[in-house]
C-alpha cells in the first residue's frame, strides 16, 4: 500500500513530465511504425540481393522490376551456397571472395539508395529553403493554437452574451487571420520552390550522366528498360520531387500539431485531460497497427504500375515514330492490336490495384475520421458530464470545452495526415527505386567508356589514318561477323565497302566510331586499332553520314547545317559575324543546288511576319532565313534530307567521311556531284554505295562474302567496271540463251520418247513372219489372246499395254541415260 501511495504521489509531482514524456515516446513509436513497413523494407533488400547476385548488372535482363520473387531468389542463392560447400576448399576460398563481394555490393547498393538525398542535401539553397519552410510550419502551428484559444473565448462570449467581449476577441480573431493566411500562402509557394529546386538538381544530375559520352545513351538505347528512360527523366524525377517537397510538411505539420496540442491538453483545467489524451494517443496507436493489416503494398503497386505505363507510352510512341511506315502499309490494326493488349493488362493491375486500395482507404476513413473523433469528443465531454465528481481548475467550461474540442480535432487531423504519410513516404520509395535503378543502369554503362575494348587491345588515335589490325567484327550479342579484318587506309585515299546484306558493313563503322568495344582477336593475335579521333572545337577528323540523316525539329535552319556545333562555335569560327558566316553556309547550299531552302525560308518569315501583325511587305533580312525553326524531319523530303546532310560535312571538312548509303534518295547527277565536292574538299571516303556508277570515286575495295569472309586490295574502278560489265554481259546472253536452250532440251526429248514408243511398237507389230498359206496374217491372235489391229496406224497409237511399256522405257531412260547425253 506504501508502495503504491509513494508511486502516486511520485506521479503527482511529475505528472506533466511523465504524460509529456509518455506522448512523445508513442508519437515516435507510430512514426517509426510509418517508414519500418515490413514488406517495404523486404522488397528493397530483395531488389539489393538481386542486384548484388547479378554484380550489379543493372537493366540487364530485369525487365520487370516492380514484381519481386522473393522466393526465386532465396533458393538460388540457397542453391549456389550448397554447390560451394560441395567442391571443396579451393571453392571455399572462392565463396569467401564472392561474399566479400556481394557485401560490398550491398554496402555499395546501400551508399546508393541515398544517394538522391545526398544529392539534395548537397544544395545550399534546398536546405535553405527546407529550413525556412520548417520555421514557416513551427509559426502555423503556434498560430493555429492560438486562433484555438480564441474560439473558445468566442463560443464562450456568446454562450454567456458578453457582447463587448465578443467583438473584442472576433476582432483578434480577423486580425490574427491576416498573418495566418500570409504563412500558409508562403508554405504553399516555399514546397513548390522546394519541388522546382529538387527536379532541376536531379534532372541536372540525370540527364547530365545520360549525355555525359556517346556510349551512355547509345547503350541505354539498347537495354531492357529502355522504354523506361523517357518516364525516369520527366515522371520519376517530378513525382520524387513533388513528394519529398511536400513531405516535410506532411510529416513537419502533423507532428508539431500533434506535440504542441496534446502538451496544450495535457496542461489542461481539467485534472484528467492529460491522462485522457494519452489514453487517446494509445488508442490511436493501436488502430494505426490495426490498419496495417489491410494497407497495401503501395511501392510494388507504384512500381509495377509505372513500368507498364512506361511500356504502353513508349509504344505509343514507336507508332507516333513510324506513322508513315504504318500507315502506308495500313499496319494500324496490328498496332491498335498491340496497344489494346498492353492497355488491357494496365487496366487489369489498375483494377486490381483500386480494389486493395478500396478497403484501405475505407478502414483508414472509418478509423481516422469516426473513431477518433468519437474518442476524441468523449473526452471533451467528460468535464461537461462529470462536472461535480472530477476537480476542473476553470470555471469556463464551454471554451474549455471547444478550445479542448478543436486542439482534439486538429490533433486527430494531424493523425489522419500521418497515415497520408505512410502511404506517400511507400509510393515515394518506389519511385525513389526505379531512379535509382535507372542511376545504375546510367553507371554500368558510363563504365563502357573506358571498357571500350577488350584488354590487351591497343587503341591509337590518328588524325590521317585508320588501320585494323586482326580486329574481330563481333556485334554486342557476340554474333561473329569477321574472325580478324585487316587493313590501313591513309588520308587522300577512298574506300568503297560492299557485301551481302547484313553481313557486317554498318558494324565496321560502329566499331570506327566507338559505339562498339574493340574486341581481341580470336585467336589470340596482338590486336590494334589507329582511328581519327572524332570532333573537337577545331578540326573535325570523321564525319558520319547514314541514309536517314538526324534532323532535329523545331531547331534554326543555321543550326542544321552546323551540327553537331552549337551556335557558339559558329560565332567562334566567324568571330561573331553572321554575315560572314550566313553567306558561307549559303555558298554550300549552293553547291548543292539547295538555295531554294533560303528562298523558301525568306517566305515563311514574311507570313509569320504578317501574322503577327508586321506587314507582307516588312523587309526580311537574310539572317532571318538562317534563323527560322521548322519541323525539319517533316516538312523535308528523304532527298532534301540527304543533301543537308551532306551540307554538314561539306561545312566541317573532314578528314575521313562515312557514308552509308547516303545518296540513295538523290539523282544520280547530284551525287556525282555531291562525291565530287567531297574529294575536292580534302575528304576521304569510305562509302557504302550499291551503284556502279560512284565506283570511280574509290581506289580501294574491302569486299565482304557474307559468310565471315573478306577481300581489301587496291581497286582500279575501271578495270571492274569492265570486269563488271563482262559480266553483265554474260549473265545478259545467259538470261537470254538459257530458256531457248531449255526448249531445245524438251522438244529433243519429246522426239526422243516418241523415237522410242515407235521402235516398241514395231517390235510389238512385226509378228513373226506368217505362214504363207495363212488366210489373213493380221487376224493372228497373239499370245495374250489380243489381236492385232487390222488398221495398221492404229499400232501408232498406244495401247493400254503399250502404254505400260512406254512408261517402263521412259523411267529406264531417265535412270540409265542422263538428259546431257541426249
Ligand atoms: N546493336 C546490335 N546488336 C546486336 N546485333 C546487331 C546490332 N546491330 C546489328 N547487328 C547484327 O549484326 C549483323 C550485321 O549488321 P550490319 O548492320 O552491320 O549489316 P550491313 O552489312 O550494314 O547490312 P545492310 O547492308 O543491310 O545495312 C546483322 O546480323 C545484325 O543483326
Known amino acids: 500500500m506504501i508502495a503504491v501511495s509513494e508511486v502516486l504521489s511520485f506521479y503527482g509531482r511529475h505528472r506533466l513530465k511523465i504524460l509529456r514524456s509518455s506522448y512523445v515516446l508513442l508519437l515516435f513509436s507510430t512514426l517509426y511504425g510509418l517508414s519500418g513497413s515490413k514488406s517495404v523494407s523486404k522488397a528493397v533488400k530483395r531488389v539489393e540481393k538481386r542486384d548484388s547476385m547479378h554484380g550489379g548488372e543493372a537493366g540487364a535482363g530485369g525487365s520487370d522490376f516492380g514484381i519481386y520473387s522473393g522466393s526465386e531468389d532465396d533458393s538460388m542463392s540457397d542453391k549456389q551456397s550448397d554447390e560451394d560447400e560441395n567442391e571443396g576448399e579451393m571453392h571455399l576460398s572462392r565463396k569467401k571472395k564472392t561474399d566479400t563481394r556481394q557485401h560490398s555490393q ?28 520548417a520555421v514557416l510550419l513551427v509559426i502555423r502551428t503556434l498560430l493555429s493554437l492560438r486562433v484555438a484559444t480564441l474560439d473558445g473565448k468566442i463560443v464562450s462570449s456568446l454562450v454567456k452574451a458578453k457582447y463587448s467581449k465578443f467583438i473584442k476577441i472576433l476582432g483578434n480573431w480577423m486580425l490574427l487571420g491576416i498573418p495566418a493566411s500570409f504563412v500558409n500562402a508562403l508554405i504553399a509557394y516555399m514546397t513548390r520552390w522546394c519541388s522546382l529546386t529538387i527536379n532541376k538538381i536531379l534532372t541536372t544530375y540525370m540527364l547530365g550522366k545520360y549525355l555525359a559520352n556517346h556510349h551512355t545513351f547509345y547503350a541505354v538505347a539498347a537495354s531492357s528498360t529502355a522504354s523506361e528512360v523517357q518516364d525516369n527523366l520527366t515522371k520519376d524525377i517530378a513525382a ?25 491538453l495535457l496542461n489542461s483545467n481539467s485534472s484528467f485531460m492529460g491522462e485522457g489524451t494519452l489514453a487517446l494517443g494509445l488508442v490511436v496507436h493501436i488502430s494505426n497497427q490495426l490498419l496495417r493489416a489491410v494497407q497495401p503494398n503501395f511501392t510494388k503497386l507504384i512500381m509495377k504500375r509505372s513500368t507498364m505505363e512506361s511500356w504502353f507510352r513508349s509504344l505509343h510512341s514507336n507508332v507516333h515514330a513510324h506513322n508513315e511506315e504504318i500507315a502506308i502499309m495500313r499496319g494500324q490494326s496490328n498496332e491498335l492490336t498491340t496497344l489494346d493488349y498492353s492497355f488491357y493488362e494496365l487496366v487489369l493491375f489498375m483494377n486490381r490495384e483500386i480494389k486493395k486500395r478500396f478497403a484501405y482507404d475505407f478502414a483508414s476513413s472509418f478509423i481516422i475520421k469516426y473513431s477518433w473523433g468519437a474518442a476524441g469528443l468523449v473526452l471533451c465531454s467528460i468535464p461537461i458530464f462529470f462536472r461535480d465528481k472530477i476537480a476542473i481548475a476553470s470555471e469556463d467550461v464551454t471554451a474549455d470545452f471547444i478550445t479542448n474540442r478543436r486542439l482534439l480535432m486538429t490533433a486527430s487531423g494531424s493523425l489522419g495526415r500521418f497515415v497520408e504519410l505512410k502511404r506517400s513516404i511507400q509510393q515515394l520509395r518506389g519511385v525513389w527505386l526505379r531512379l535509382k535503378r535507372f542511376d545504375e543502369l546510367l553507371d554500368s554503362h558510363s563504365g563502357a567508356q573506358e571498357s571500350r575494348s577488350d584488354d590487351g587491345v591497343t587503341i591509337e588515335y590518328d588524325q590521317k589514318r585508320i588501320k585494323f589490325e586482326n580486329v574481330p567484327l563481333v556485334t554486342p550479342a557476340d554474333q561473329i561477323l569477321i574472325e580478324e579484318l585487316n587493313f590501313e587506309l591513309n588520308h587522300g585515299d577512298h574506300l568503297l565497302i560492299i557485301g551481302p546484306n547484313g553481313c557486317g558493313k554498318s558494324s565496321l563503322f560502329r566499331i570506327l566510331g566507338g559505339l562498339w568495344p574493340v574486341r581481341l582477336s580470336l585467336e589470340g593475335k596482338p590486336t590494334r586499332i589507329v582511328i581519327p579521333p572524332g570532333m573537337n572545337d577545331d578540326e573535325c577528323s570523321i564525319f558520319y553520314l547514314p541514309q536517314k540523316p538526324y534532323m532535329g525539329n523545331m531547331t534554326t535552319f543555321r543550326e542544321q547545317i552546323i551540327y553537331p556545333d552549337t551556335v557558339a562555335q559558329f560565332e567562334r569560327r566567324f568571330h561573331g559575324n553572321y554575315g560572314k558566316g550566313d553567306k558561307h553556309l549559303a555558298k554550300i547550299l549552293s553547291t548543292l543546288e539547295l538555295e531554294d531552302l533560303i528562298s523558301e525560308n525568306m517566305a515563311l518569315v514574311m507570313v509569320n511576319a504578317s501574322d503577327n501583325g508586321g506587314g507582307i511587305n516588312s523587309p526580311v533580312k537574310p539572317r532571318q532565313a538562317f534563323d527560322i525553326r521548322r519541323n525539319w524531319s517533316e516538312e523535308l523530303s528523304v532527298g532534301v534530307q540527304q543533301r543537308l546532310a551532306m551540307a554538314r560535312m561539306y561545312y566541317h571538312r573532314p578528314k575521313f567521311a562515312v557514308l552509308d548509303e547516303c545518296t540513295s534518295a538523290v539523282s544520280p547527277e547530284m551525287e556525282q556531284k555531291m562525291y565530287l565536292t567531297a574529294q575536292r574538299l580534302g575528304t576521304s571516303l569510305i562509302s557504302v554505295c550499291h551503284r556502279t556508277s560512284l565506283w570511280h570515286f574509290h581506289n580501294y575495295l574491302l569486299k565482304f562474302d557474307g559468310k565471315g569472309g573478306y577481300k581489301f586490295e587496291h581497286f582500279d574502278p575501271q578495270e571492274r567496271l569492265a570486269n563488271e560489265n563482262k559480266l553483265m554481259e554474260l549473265n545478259a546472253i545467259l538470261d537470254q540463251q538459257v530458256p531457248m536452250w531449255e526448249k531445245r532440251l524438251k522438244d529433243l526429248t519429246v522426239a526422243r520418247r516418241s523415237n522410242i514408243i515407235r521402235r516398241s511398237q514395231s517390235e510389238l507389230i512385226q509378228p513373226p513372219s506368217p505362214p504363207k498359206n495363212s488366210p489373213d496374217a493380221t487376224k493372228m491372235p497373239l499370245s495374250n489372246g489380243q489381236r492385232l489391229p487390222a488398221n495398221p496406224v492404229a499400232a501408232t497409237q498406244p495401247s493400254k499395254i503399250n502404254s505400260k511399256l512406254l512408261r517402263s522405257s521412259d523411267s529406264q531412260e531417265k535412270t540409265n541415260e542422263p538428259v546431257n547425253n541426249i
Open 240 to 264: 520524387f520531387s513533388n513528394t519529398v517537397s511536400s513531405l516535410l510538411n506532411q510529416l513537419l505539420k502533423p507532428m508539431l500539431d500533434l506535440l504542441l496540442c496534446s502538451f496544450r
Open 106 to 133: 550491398r554496402k555499395h547498393n546501400h551508399q546508393r539508395l541515398d544517394f538522391l538525398i545526398k544529392l539534395i542535401l548537397r544544395d545550399k539553397k534546398f536546405i535553405l529553403l527546407f529550413l525556412t519552410q
